[in-house]
C-alpha cells in the first residue's frame, strides 16, 4: 500500500484553472470519488476542493498506474487536456504525500500561511468521504495525525497568532485601497465560512455590513451569530445594493456569476468588489468597478510573509517530527499483529501434530491438556528471542523490511499489521454514522 497526493494549488495553477478543476458540489465530489474507486489500484480518496486549492488524497495500491486514472478522470470532468495536467500537478508519494498533507493542514502549504480555516476544510473533506464510503482506516490513520500535527504548529508558534485567512486579506486590502472603514457600509454576499469570515472582520474594523444569501433564514441566524446589528437581504435584493453601496465582497458556492452586467447600472462613484469565490461570482465589464479576484489578494500575503518566516520554519520542523513519529506509529502497528499471527501459526501447527498423535494412539487422550501444555511452552520459549528482536527494531528505518522479510517467509497476508489501529478521528465518525 502506498500513500498518493494529486495537488493543484495557487503554487502551480491560476485562478482560471483552478476555477475548472474545482469540485464545488457534493455531487460532483461524489462521482468523481466513485470513478476512481472503480480502478483496482485505488484503496481510499479523500478530495479536498478549495479557493486555492484541489488536492486527491489517496491510498493506492501501484502509484504510476494510480496516478494515470487520476489524470484521466481530472481531464474529463474539467475538460483540460492530460497533457497540461501532467505538466502542472504536483505529485507526492508516501513520505512526500505525508509531509505535504500535514503541512497542508497546518496552514503552512497555503497562499496566506499560517490561516487555519483549511484544518476545518480538512476535516469537512475527511468527513465527507469517510461518511460516503471513500475512505477509511488507510487514510483515517494519515488525517488522524493530521490533525494532531496541525494542533501543534498552532500550539507551538505564533504563525497563527493574528490569523490572516483569504476573507480576511481581502477585508485588509480593501482598507488600503479605500481607507478606513470605519462607518463605511459594505455588502457580504454568501453565508457560508468566508463571507462570515468577511463580515466578522469587517464589522471589527468599524464597517456598516449587510449579508446576503438565498436563504433569509438561514442568512438571519449566521447574522445574529456574528452581530445582531448585521442587516440582512436575499439574493433579489442585490441589484439595488450593488448599486447603492460602493464596498462588496462576494463568495457563494454558485457553479455560475451571480453578479454580471444586466445588474449593474453605472454609478458616477468609485466601487471596489472582491471576488473571493472559485469558480468567480463576479463578471463585469462596467467603468468605474474594480474588481479583486483570489489571485490579487497575493500582495497582502507577501506583507505577512517576511513576519511568519521565522515560525514557519518552526512549523515545519514540528511537521517533519510528525512525519517521523507517524511511520514510527505505523511500524510499531504492524510489528504487534506480525508477532501475534506467527504465534498462531505455531500454535495451529503444534495443535494440529497433537491431534494428529492422539488420533493414531502415540499419546493417550488423558495426556493431551498436559502435552498440549508443554508444547504452549516450548513454543514461547522458542519465539522468545525472535519476538524481543522484533519488537527492538520497530523503531527502526530497516523495520519495515525486516517486516516484509517475515511476512514473505510465513506467507503472511499483505494487509496484517498497518490497517489493524486506532484512529481517534476516525472512531468518531463512525459511531456517529452508526446512531
Same mark, same amino acid.
Given at each position: 500500500?502506498?500513500?498518493?497526493?494529486?495537488?493543484?494549488?495557487?503554487?502551480?495553477?491560476?485562478?482560471?484553472?483552478?476555477?475548472?478543476?474545482?469540485?464545488?458540489?457534493?455531487?460532483?465530489?461524489?462521482?468523481? /470519488?466513485?470513478?476512481?474507486?472503480?480502478?483496482?489500484? !485505488?484503496?481510499?480518496?479523500?478530495?479536498?476542493?478549495?479557493?486555492?486549492?484541489?488536492?486527491?488524497?489517496? =491510498?493506492?495500491?501501484?502509484?504510476?498506474?494510480?496516478?494515470?486514472?487520476?489524470?484521466?478522470?481530472?481531464?474529463?470532468?474539467?475538460?483540460?487536456?492530460?497533457?497540461?495536467?501532467?505538466?502542472?500537478?504536483?505529485? &507526492?508519494? $508516501?513520505?512526500?504525500?505525508?509531509?505535504?498533507?500535514? =503541512?497542508?493542514?497546518?496552514?503552512?502549504? =497555503?497562499?496566506?500561511?499560517?490561516?487555519?480555516?483549511?484544518?476545518?476544510?480538512?476535516?469537512? /473533506? &475527511?468527513?465527507?468521504?469517510?461518511?460516503?464510503?471513500?475512505?477509511?482506516?488507510?487514510?483515517?490513520?494519515?488525517?488522524?495525525?493530521?490533525?494532531?500535527?496541525?494542533?501543534?504548529?498552532?500550539?507551538?508558534?505564533?504563525?497563527?497568532?493574528?490569523?490572516?485567512?483569504?476573507?480576511?486579506?481581502?477585508?485588509?486590502?480593501?482598507?488600503?485601497?479605500?481607507? =478606513?472603514?470605519? +462607518?463605511?457600509?459594505?455588502?457580504?454576499?454568501? /453565508?457560508?465560512?468566508?463571507?462570515?469570515?468577511?463580515?466578522?472582520?469587517?464589522?471589527?474594523?468599524?464597517?456598516?455590513?449587510?449579508?446576503?444569501?438565498?436563504?433569509?433564514?438561514? %442568512?438571519?441566524?449566521? /447574522?445574529?451569530?456574528?452581530?445582531?446589528? !448585521?442587516?440582512?437581504?436575499?439574493?433579489? $435584493?442585490? *441589484?439595488?445594493?450593488?448599486?447603492?453601496? *460602493?464596498?462588496?465582497?462576494?463568495?457563494?458556492?454558485?457553479?455560475? *456569476?451571480?453578479?454580471?452586467?444586466?445588474?449593474?447600472?453605472?454609478?458616477?462613484?468609485?466601487?471596489?468588489?472582491? $471576488?473571493?469565490?472559485?469558480?468567480?461570482?463576479?463578471? %463585469?465589464?462596467?467603468?468605474?468597478?474594480? %474588481? %479583486?479576484?483570489?489571485?490579487?489578494? @497575493?500582495?497582502?500575503?507577501?506583507?505577512?510573509?517576511?513576519?511568519?518566516?521565522?515560525?514557519?520554519?518552526?512549523? &515545519?520542523?514540528?511537521?517533519?517530527?510528525?512525519?517521523?513519529?507517524?511511520?514510527?506509529?505505523?511500524?510499531?502497528?504492524?510489528?504487534?499483529?506480525?508477532?501475534?499471527?506467527?504465534?498462531?501459526?505455531?500454535?495451529?501447527?503444534?495443535?494440529?501434530?497433537?491431534?494428529?498423535?492422539? @488420533?493414531?494412539?502415540?499419546?493417550?487422550?488423558?495426556?493431551? @491438556?498436559?502435552?498440549?501444555?508443554?508444547?504452549?511452552?516450548?513454543?514461547?520459549?522458542?519465539?522468545?528471542? *525472535?519476538? #524481543?528482536?522484533? #519488537? +527492538?527494531?520497530?523503531?527502526?528505518?530497516?523495520?519495515?523490511?525486516?517486516?516484509?522479510?517475515?511476512?514473505?517467509?510465513?506467507? !503472511?497476508?499483505?494487509?496484517?499489521?498497518?490497517?489493524? &489501529?486506532?484512529?481517534?478521528?476516525?472512531?468518531?465518525?463512525?459511531?456517529?454514522?452508526?446512531?
Amino acid at each position: 500500500m502506498h500513500y498518493l497526493v494529486v495537488s493543484f494549488s495557487h503554487k502551480n495553477t491560476d485562478l482560471v484553472t483552478r476555477e475548472q478543476l474545482a469540485l464545488d458540489s457534493k455531487e460532483r465530489r461524489g462521482r468523481v /470519488a466513485r470513478r476512481l474507486l472503480t480502478d483496482p489500484q !485505488i484503496n481510499e480518496v479523500i478530495l479536498l476542493s478549495t479557493c486555492n486549492r484541489v488536492e486527491f488524497i489517496t =491510498s493506492v495500491r501501484d502509484p504510476y498506474d494510480a496516478t494515470e486514472t487520476i489524470l484521466r478522470e481530472i481531464a474529463d470532468y474539467s475538460g483540460l487536456h492530460l497533457e497540461e495536467l501532467e505538466g502542472r500537478a504536483d505529485l &507526492y508519494e $508516501d513520505n512526500g504525500a505525508i509531509h505535504h498533507i500535514f =503541512s497542508v493542514a497546518s496552514g503552512l502549504d =497555503s497562499l496566506v500561511v499560517g490561516e487555519t480555516q483549511i484544518s476545518g476544510q480538512l476535516k469537512d /473533506a &475527511y468527513k465527507e468521504a469517510f461518511e460516503e464510503g471513500f475512505c477509511g482506516q488507510k487514510l483515517g490513520r494519515v488525517m488522524h495525525y493530521a490533525f494532531k500535527c496541525s494542533a501543534q504548529v498552532r500550539n507551538l508558534t505564533d504563525i497563527s497568532k493574528n490569523p490572516v485567512s483569504i476573507a480576511s486579506a481581502a477585508v485588509a486590502m480593501a482598507e488600503d485601497m479605500v481607507g =478606513s472603514l470605519e +462607518g463605511r457600509e459594505a455588502v457580504v454576499v454568501g /453565508a457560508g465560512e468566508m463571507g462570515t469570515l468577511a463580515a466578522k472582520h469587517l464589522m471589527g474594523r468599524g464597517a456598516r455590513v449587510t449579508l446576503v444569501g438565498r436563504d433569509r433564514e438561514k %442568512v438571519e441566524r449566521v /447574522a445574529r451569530e456574528i452581530d445582531p446589528s !448585521i442587516a440582512v437581504a436575499t439574493i433579489a $435584493d442585490l *441589484p439595488q445594493l450593488i448599486n447603492r453601496i *460602493p464596498l462588496l465582497f462576494s463568495a457563494t458556492s454558485s457553479p455560475e *456569476p451571480i453578479i454580471t452586467d444586466s445588474l449593474v447600472e453605472p454609478r458616477a462613484f468609485r466601487r471596489v468588489w472582491f $471576488d473571493m469565490a472559485v469558480p468567480r461570482d463576479i463578471e %463585469v465589464e462596467e467603468r468605474g468597478i474594480e %474588481v %479583486v479576484a483570489v489571485d490579487d489578494l @497575493k500582495a497582502i500575503v507577501e506583507k505577512n510573509m517576511t513576519l511568519r518566516e521565522e515560525q514557519a520554519k518552526e512549523g &515545519y520542523k514540528i511537521v517533519g517530527r510528525f512525519v517521523n513519529e507517524f511511520f514510527h506509529w505505523l511500524q510499531t502497528l504492524e510489528i504487534e499483529p506480525i508477532i501475534k499471527e506467527i504465534r498462531s501459526q505455531a500454535r495451529e501447527a503444534a495443535l494440529a501434530e497433537l491431534e494428529r498423535a492422539v @488420533k493414531k494412539g502415540f499419546i493417550r487422550p488423558e495426556d493431551r @491438556k498436559n502435552i498440549e501444555k508443554l508444547l504452549h511452552n516450548a513454543f514461547n520459549r522458542f519465539l522468545h528471542r *525472535p519476538t #524481543k528482536k522484533l #519488537k +527492538g527494531v520497530a523503531n527502526e528505518p530497516k523495520a519495515d523490511t525486516i517486516a516484509e522479510a517475515i511476512k514473505f517467509f510465513f506467507d !503472511i497476508e499483505e494487509d496484517v499489521g498497518l490497517n489493524r &489501529y486506532k484512529c481517534e478521528y476516525y472512531m468518531n465518525l463512525r459511531s456517529e454514522r452508526e446512531v
